[in-house]
């Protein structure tokens, strides 16, 4: 009875394991700071607004979220309500590549002159071709407003604002037709595998300890 109570306990700690696995986070986000220099209809302008970068999923797509945590330009005059349309690009790197367009809404109030331009929110949508380690980065920041456009780029080669785990994708490659081989759809994934393959050897382990222990018995018998 002992014995079975620790087979139990042994058997239980090994899908624990396994279900933290597929528990672990699967994005890294984090705050960067982006020295935009923008060419403007006056001249050059420029200010570092540190970029947050989220996603969500939503079915085999993720929506994206670009945050601006200052502004990054100037308006000679004041621009009224409705009156700047802001879009940008994130750039894809790692696993994936090119980039995502997003973009947001107006201004909702008016914007002083010569006070920095707040930037809303930009979203945008992500549909990953590739599985693995994905990494997403603030790319060019283009505002129009009043019949002009400024184009605002990073010159400080900012680092990824997060990094992200793909699963899924639609475009990804397939095991050939015949092979033994498992397809292979991300390192989350393989280590949920390592997991449960390592539940499958506990149990085994432990079914071909108690066939001994039995067959021990009956000898002694």
């Given at each position: 009875m002992q014995y079975q109570k620790r087979t139990a306990l042994a058997l239980a700690a090994a899908v624990a394991g396994s279900v933290v696995l597929m528990a672990a986070p699967a994005a890294h986000a984090t705050v960067v700071d982006v020295n935009y220099q923008c060419v403007t209809p006056i001249?050059?302008?420029g200010a570092v607004s540190p970029i947050d970068i989220k996603a969500v999923k939503s079915g085999g797509s993720y929506k994206l979220t670009m945050s601006f945590q200052k502004g990054v330009s100037s308006s000679p005059v004041e621009l009224g309500k409705g009156a700047m349309n802001p879009s940008a690009k994130i750039v894809l790197g790692g696993a994936d590549e090119g980039s995502v367009s997003v973009s947001g809404p107006a201004n909702q109030a008016a914007v002083p002159a010569n006070t920095p331009i707040k930037?809303?929110?930009l979203s945008g949508t992500y549909t990953p071709k590739k599985n693995g380690k994905v990494t997403f980065t603030a790319g060019v920041l283009t505002i129009k407003a009043l019949g002009t456009?400024?184009?605002c780029t990073p010159k400080n080669n900012p680092k990824p604002s997060l990094e992200l785990d793909v699963t899924g994708a639609t475009g990804s490659q397939t095991t050939p037709s015949g092979s033994n081989e498992l397809p292979k759809t991300g390192p989350l994934d393989s280590a949920v595998a390592?997991?449960?393959?390592?539940?499958t050897v506990l149990l085994s382990g432990a079914a071909g300890v108690l066939w001994l222990t039995r067959r021990g018995q009956r000898a002694a018998g």
């Open positions: 001249g050059p302008k930037i809303n929110d456009t400024t184009t390592l997991g449960t393959l390592g539940g």
